[in-house]
């Protein structure tokens, strides 16, 4: 059963340095989000991408973050410079195209396994 | 409370009896999404239930809709130790990507 997959499983840096986590989304899906959750909280929506851009993103998204598709499988969330607040297991997701004129609200989305993010 | 908040927190059970989770939410939504997260790993979609369903089933799972008490539960029968895990609600509004998750309950199967 194809499945979203994400590098590293644990990622451990120094505050200020620059992280990027990777996601591979299942072949046929064209969505794409980063959702995060912190230690003993709730699963957070960071960003959605679809067509090459941004299509929302939450006020937890600022300039610190971007996202990218740089090939044809991969989709990466980059850090620009990490706090020790951005510590947390990250999710990405996955949805796929809706049947012509199907609403993309009804798609579910798949997650991956996270990426364990430790800002020391 | 938020949008997505579910109870009980946790439940103990023994195997095979059902447990039920509820999950409450605020605003107005186009799908209800249930996950299941065991400890320190990923989501694993369980079942999505669409505005206009009221009841949805998948194996062990049924989940209900009453959009008019904004509320939902998902029944899981016959539980097993491997049920034990975190189950998450998650809605989804109208024009808009992004899912909004419960707290969560935390459910624990004993042998």
């Known amino acids: 059963e194809p499945e979203v997959t994400q590098t590293p499983s644990h990622q451990v840096t120094q505050m200020g340095q620059e992280v990027i986590l990777r996601c591979v989304p299942i072949?046929?899906?064209?969505?794409f989000y980063w959702y995060r959750q912190i230690l003993g909280q709730k699963v957070e929506f960071l960003v959605s991408f679809y067509n090459n851009e941004i299509s929302e993103k939450s006020e937890i998204f600022d300039d610190q973050f971007s996202v990218e598709r740089p090939d044809g499988s991969n989709f990466t969330l980059k850090i620009r410079s990490t706090k020790l607040e951005d510590s947390a297991m990250y999710f990405c997701a996955s949805s796929e195209v809706p049947s012509l004129g199907g609403p993309t609200s009804y798609n579910e989305q798949f997650f991956g396994p996270g990426t364990r993010l430790t800002v020391l | 409370s938020q949008q997505g908040e579910e109870d009980p927190q946790a439940l103990s059970i023994q195997e095979g009896e059902n447990a039920t989770m509820n999950c409450s939410y605020k605003t107005s939504i186009n799908n209800l999404q249930w996950y299941r997260q065991n400890s320190g790993r990923g989501l694993v979609h369980l079942i999505l239930i669409r505005s206009n369903e009221r009841e949805k089933h998948s194996g062990r799972l049924r989940v209900t809709l009453d959009t008019s008490k904004k509320s939902s539960s998902l029944l899981i029968t016959a539980s097993r130790a491997a049920d034990t895990a975190s189950y998450f609600c998650a809605t989804r509004s109208y024009n808009t990507d992004k899912l909004i998750f419960g707290t969560g309950t935390r459910l624990q199967v004993f042998p």
């Open positions: 072949s046929n899906h064209l969505y």
